[in-house]
């Protein structure tokens, strides 16, 4: 079965930071476009930020400055560095990518099972 399977998440303080991995586990051949959303309590899931095949990246305008987006190709894994969090950083973050499979190189786009981020004092 291929699925992507998040890590990461938790409860922290305003101002402190945490990383989010999303890893592509099963048979798979490699991860093309990848994205991180959000959906907080009563609001609509949002792009947080997208990651390219080739590494260019895009960022929502409210954690431009704060978080990184990157991947690792040969762990078929795409990281979310989150700094500085705030209060309003607070939501479900779910990994988005497309993958090409090992056996026969179907396209496949997949959604992670989400993990919480929990900013407070």
């Known amino acids: 079965q291929v699925q992507l399977v998040e890590s990461g998440g938790g409860f922290v303080q305003p101002g402190e930071s945490l990383t989010l991995s999303c890893t592509a586990r099963?048979?798979?051949?490699?991860?093309?476009?990848a994205g991180w959303y959000r959906q907080a309590p009563g609001k609509e899931r949002e792009l947080v930020a997208q990651?390219?095949?080739?590494?260019?990246?895009n960022y929502a305008d409210s954690v431009k400055g704060r978080f990184t987006i990157s991947r690792d190709n040969a762990k078929v894994t795409v990281y979310l560095v989150m700094n500085s969090l705030r209060p309003e950083d607070t939501a479900v973050y779910y990994c988005?990518?497309?993958?090409?499979?090992?056996?026969?190189?179907?396209?496949?786009?997949?959604w992670g099972q989400g993990t919480l981020v929990a900013v407070s004092a």
């Open positions: 988005n990518a497309g993958v090409l499979t090992g056996t026969f190189r179907a396209y496949l786009e997949l």
């Open positions: 099963g048979s798979i051949f490699s991860i093309n476009a």
């Open positions: 990651i390219t095949s080739g590494g260019s990246t």
